[in-house]
């Protein structure tokens, strides 16, 4: 009896003593690396929206679990708040081999370089390792089964319902938090452009035009391998104005040459790219624009009595028409600089959007210019910082202070968006926005956020332009043309390679 005894103790001991340096170790492990922790943590797809609270929430947790199972008169309640954490961390692992595509937490040293079954069969073993100490400290075996089994299905539905709202707040309602998929892009393709003056003039089925803002007549045009390269020189019917902001948009079977400042826009086929006047002398000023067909284009101006930014159309069927809708664009500051955006057409779904530079905002439209919803991206600053003045001598607006541009650029395919952004989001490691790019992809059609890419760096050259065409997105970093493949679902990617508590 007394050997039975001493046998009992000796058992929970060593229970005891394995959970404490588990703890500890698991504990000390996340202290000495905490950022990366967080970081890790932000990934998860159960945990990632709650990061702020459970980085610091589960270290104490062990901690004070670790302290209670080391005196007597604690233990057995300490017994079974190891076990229910041991049961949250095992349905945690269950539900990311299973129904997870993103990475979670790490543990830290050596937990963080087993596998995911490895993993799953280590927090079972300790699992059973708390009901054997557990039951050894009980009087009455059936009470303590049932408590245990309270527990596990507490903990269950505890991860369950946390797991469906951190993926509603991360696409829905993301405080700021990035989610990036291991794989989901990867660059396939790379060729060296012949200046640094090059931005894409658009895409048909197979290739890429790319313009150039020193020659704008020039386009050279890209298969989607990168690797054949053919040269073309626009011939315009009439040239004798003074051009000073030529773009080239591409919608094929056209091409439109567009200048704004003048006004005058051409238009041709890109069988001959020979280009004849389509509009001149209207009147109709114009500082963007974006091709919506062979009839239509979608522009910005600015209205005659309040020099505020505005969004328009032009028709060109039978005779030209434009129509401006005024309320699209909305004011904050004056109307001018903190409007300024970005202008993007899917000829697919039929959706125009328009980005702010300098506020997490933007507009989907259909190709009327009909307002379907205003959308937000994942940064939270919802109002433009800016302090624009006016100089009267001069007659010109500027900015007395920083630009302090949110989102740099953005392109659309089908329901994609993607938004290269200039901030850092939370719980992300600085070292990586030392040597990439970052851009954020949304679903217009769910107005929700999907996950993020990295766009490496060459050298100290940032991306500064960006296109779709099929699943490669293509960029242009300095002198340098890009292709990255894309995963063909960018939110249900199952990657699973790394693993963690």
């Known amino acids: 009896m007394k050997l039975n005894r001493n046998i009992k103790n000796l058992t929970l001991e060593l229970i005891c003593l ?46 004070v679990v670790a302290l209670l199972l080391v005196f007597s008169k604690t233990r057995f309640l300490a017994l079974h708040a190891a076990f229910e954490l041991m049961v949250l961390f095992t349905v945690y692992i269950i539900i990311i081999l299973n129904f997870s595509y993103t990475i979670p937490c790490s543990c830290g040293g050596v937990l963080e370089n087993m596998g995911w079954q490895e993993h799953l069969a280590f927090n079972i073993f300790f699992v059973f390792l708390a009901v054997t100490a557990i039951i050894l400290n009980s009087v009455h075996y059936n009470k303590t089964m049932l408590k245990l089994f309270v527990l596990t299905i507490a903990g269950s539905l505890i991860m369950t319902l946390l797991y469906f709202r951190s993926e509603n707040i991360i696409h829905k309602e993301n405080p700021f938090i990035r989610r990036f998929t291991p794989g989901s892009s990867k660059k396939i393709a790379e060729t060296k452009l ?33 690797k054949v390269k053919k040269h073309y020189k626009i011939e315009l019917d009439s040239a004798g104005f003074s051009f000073r902001s030529v773009q080239v948009r591409i ?3 056209y091409f439109f040459v567009m200048d704004g400042t003048v006004p005058i826009i051409y238009r041709g086929k890109i069988s001959d790219w020979k280009a004849e006047i389509l509009m001149k002398d209207s009147g109709y000023y114009f500082s963007k624009a974006v091709v919506i067909d062979s009839l239509k284009i979608a522009f910005r101006t600015q209205l005659e009595k309040s020099r505020e930014n505005a969004l328009g159309v032009f028709n060109f069927k039978n005779s030209l028409k434009s129509s401006i809708h005024q309320d699209l664009l909305q004011k904050q500051i004056d ?17 125009f959007v328009y980005l702010y530079y300098y506020r997490n905002q933007f507009v989907v439209t259909d190709n009327n210019l009909k307002l379907r919803y205003r959308g937000n991206t994942i940064d939270t600053t919802k109002t433009a910082n800016l302090k624009p003045v006016f100089i009267k001598d001069k007659g010109q607006r500027k900015l007395s202070s920083p ?24 719980f992300e490691p600085k070292e990586m926005w030392d040597i ?22 060459v050298g100290e050259f940032k991306m500064k332009d960006m296109i779709v065409l099929g699943n490669n997105l293509y960029v242009i970093v300095g002198q340098n043309l890009q292709c990255y493949k894309l995963d063909k679902d960018l939110k249900t990617n199952q990657h699973k390679n790394i693993s963690g508590r």
């Open 18 to 63: 394995l959970y404490v340096s588990l703890f500890v170790y698991a504990a000390v492990s996340k202290l000495l690396e905490f950022e990366n922790f967080q970081a890790q943590l932000g990934q998860s797809p159960i945990l990632g929206a709650y990061t702020g609270f459970l980085s610091y929430f589960v270290i104490i947790t062990e901690l």
């Open 194 to 226: 012949h200046n640094n003056t090059l931005y894409f003039a658009g895409t048909d089925q197979n290739s890429i035009y790319i313009g150039d803002q020193r020659a704008p007549l020039h386009i050279f045009k890209y298969d989607s391998t990168l």
């Open 251 to 253: 919608c094929p079977p």
């Open 335 to 351: 109307g001018f600089f903190d409007t300024d955006g970005m202008m993007n057409y899917d000829s697919e779904t039929k959706s």
């Open 403 to 426: 630009d302090n541009v949110i989102n740099k650029l953005s392109t659309i395919r089908g329901n994609l968006f993607f938004v290269n952004s200039s901030l850092r989001g939370r």
């Open 436 to 457: 990439a790019n970052i851009v954020d992809v949304y679903d217009t059609a769910l107005n929700s956020y999907l996950s993020s890419i990295y766009i490496y760096k």
